[in-house]
């Protein structure tokens, strides 16, 4: 009944992985108040985990796909594709996730203004995807394909949770060129998405 909703992360990593603790964890999680819960697995098996995650779970579920997308390219962001991420878009939309964190905001042109920051990019998915930028010269094909990616966030009835990948990492670096950049195209995102009866929800 509250206005204010609770979010708890949990996932594995490469220094622990058990799917029981995971599940474990997302118990525990939700008897501490969580309305949600969101698997940021990096570890092995990703997808055996989300599934008993999201089979155990009486609350809706979010995942950073770009993160699985990652790891089934050994880890370097420079070999991530748009094909290989919309692969893993289906494959966690058809296991039932209720929402992914869509880090489309985060642009070429705006990579350039975190230069002089203090802290840089602090977002896992917003190096991930400013490593891709510059490696390649080209804008985000998060970014190219939105509607693409709206395309299967409605077909499977996901809910977009629009990722602040350019948020500032401290005080030194808030309200800076690079994060109202990014808000101002995560609005602009937003009314895509409008269009194809999706939801959103914008981080920040």
Known sequence: NFLVKINANIGNSAVLSSIDDEVEKMRWSIKCGSDTVMDLSTGKNIHATREWIIRNSPVPI??????????????????????????????????????FTIHAGVRLPYIPMT?????????????????WCLAHHEE?????????????????????????????????????????????????????????????????
């Open 62 to 99: 979010g995942t950073v796909p770009i993160y699985q997308a990652l790891e089934k390219v050994g880890g370097k962001a420079e070999d991530l594709t748009w094909e290989i991420f919309r692969d893993t878009l289906i494959e966690q939309a058809e296991q039932g996730v209720d929402y």
């Open 115 to 131: 230069a002089k920051r203090t802290t840089g990019i602090v977002s896992r998915g917003g190096s991930i995807l400013a490593k």
């Open 140 to 204: 985000s094909f998060l970014y190219t394909r939105f509607r693409d990616i709206c395309e299967v966030m409605a077909a499977y009835d996901v809910s977009f949770s629009l990722g602040d990948g350019l948020r500032p990492g401290s005080i030194a670096d808030a309200n800076d060129e690079a994060q109202f950049a990014e808000l101002e195209t995560l609005g602009e995102l937003t009314k895509i998405a409008w269009e194809y009866d999706c939801q959103v929800m914008i981080e920040g």
